[in-house]
């Protein structure tokens, strides 16, 4: 065949395709397949839709196969979707190929080790100790009958400052401050208070003011080292020890900083009543913390997506014998799932949701889906979601999924959560995916 010959028919050929893969139709397919997939191994599966007829092709049928084949290779069309089923850890590379030699679409695999854990649903007692000091007011010492002054506030030192250190002395303990407040006082010395402000060190000197009132001397800071209150395991890891609640993070109820975990522990607690939600007026369950023995772990980390720590094994109640398998963020679909929470004493129940919006999000985020109640017995209950139910797990399709973490305040059926990925990452369980190493290089 001469060159011309040839040349027009590649331009024919080519032409066609454009006009063929350039239909709307076609063009939203394309667009909505993905670039990268990722699965557990362990005979994971996940199905792509295929807008056209081609040849699918593998390069690691050890690592991925196609519709169950151990070939690699495999005629597609779209009136049957490839499936793809994990075998083992590695990455593999899928090409979709029209008339089996023009290659169209590429999408990458990476398989990585199974991971199971156990659902929680647990109502647990949360308290949690700052790693400083933290300051949650400015007061006025009253130094005179016509004078009164804030010593703290004079000095810098804002709301939401986490006090460390105190004359080089670390601050461990709140009951230790009077002591040093009232020696610098008697001493007319000024104290080198050091404290954090967000990501920044700072220090700064301040003199204690002495009140006429009280008798004592005062700092002219209100200021708390600890936090207690209740919320929902989301999840359990038995082969690492760790477990993750809550969903949401800890913060202060004056300054709505995060706090800052310097020690903590999570204690068996039993719901003994229900505050039901309304529109515009989200409820509460009020539980009891239970006696100091029956403590399940402790607290290691508050981050945006819950509270972590070390745990020796699944706590009681729970209702899965064994450990179940979890799901990427992309796995997560539209449509029925199931919460497990407490609504009386410690018994954990199933409750009917539907998941009505999912976020597509590549890097963690929180609000990653939307969640409304369906369940009747649960909306009797408690109106909708109630405060203390953050941490619930969301179940689909036999996987663990998210966690439920916040109520919309003027619709307490509804409310969000986020994806158990981003808890389990944050709990040192999973580890980032490739694309997030390679983000957080870039940034």
Request: hydrophobic share 40%.
């Amino acid at each position: 065949m001469n060159s011309n010959l040839r040349n027009k028919l590649l331009g024919l050929l080519s032409a066609f395709l454009l006009c063929f893969l350039c239909t709307s139709e076609t063009v939203h397919s394309y667009a909505a397949m993905p670039n990268d997939v990722r699965l557990f191994s362990g005979d994971s599966k996940f199905q792509l839709a295929v807008p056209v007829n081609a040849q699918a092709f593998v390069d690691r049928p050890d690592v991925l196969q196609l519709n169950g084949s151990t070939r690699p290779t495999l005629q597609v069309s779209p009136n049957h979707p490839l499936q793809l089923s994990s075998q083992q850890s590695g990455k593999a590379r899928l090409t979709l190929k029209l008339f089996g030699t023009i290659p169209i679409k590429t999408v990458r695999i990476q398989v990585v080790p199974g991971l199971k854990v156990f659902p929680g649903g647990q109502t647990i007692g949360v308290k949690v100790k700052s790693a400083g000091i933290l300051v949650v007011g400015h007061h006025l010492v009253n130094v005179s009958n016509d004078s009164r002054v804030s010593p703290g506030e004079n000095a810098g030192i804002q709301l939401g400052d986490l006090m460390t250190h105190m004359d080089g002395v670390a601050l461990t303990d709140i009951s230790k401050v009077a002591t040093m407040v009232e020696e610098a006082g008697v001493g007319k010395r000024k104290l080198e208070i050091s404290f954090k402000r967000g990501e920044l060190t700072l220090s700064t000197k301040l003199t204690p003011a002495y009140d006429e009132e009280d008798k004592a001397w005062r700092l002219g800071l209100y200021i708390r080292d600890s936090a207690a209150g209740v919320g929902t395991l989301t999840f359990y890891a038995p082969d690492q020890g760790v477990y993750g609640a809550l969903g949401h993070v800890i913060t202060d109820m004056n300054t709505q900083t995060p706090i800052v975990v310097g020690s903590g522990q999570i204690v068996q607690s039993n719901v003994t009543s229900i505050s039901k939600s309304q529109d515009g007026e989200p409820g509460e369950k009020r539980a009891h913390f239970l006696k100091e023995s029956n403590i399940l772990g402790n607290i290691v980390s508050n981050t945006h997506f819950g509270i972590f720590g070390k745990m020796t094994q699944n706590p009681e109640h729970s209702l899965y014998k064994e450990p179940i398998p979890v799901a990427f963020a992309e796995e997560v679909k539209e449509g029925p799932a199931e919460i497990l929470t407490v609504v009386e004493g410690q018994q954990i129940e199933r409750f009917k949701v539907e998941i009505v919006h999912v976020a597509r999000q590549d890097a963690p985020a929180t609000k990653g889906l939307v969640l409304k109640i369906t369940d009747p017995r649960l909306i009797s209950k408690t109106g909708g979601i109630v405060q203390g139910m953050s941490g619930s797990p969301i179940v689909q399709n036999g996987k663990l999924i998210g966690a439920v973490t916040h109520v919309f305040v003027n619709d307490p059926k509804s409310g969000y959560g986020c994806f158990i990925e981003w808890m389990l990452q944050d709990s040192g369980v999973m580890q980032k995916s490739e694309n997030q190493m390679k983000n957080l290089k870039a940034s």
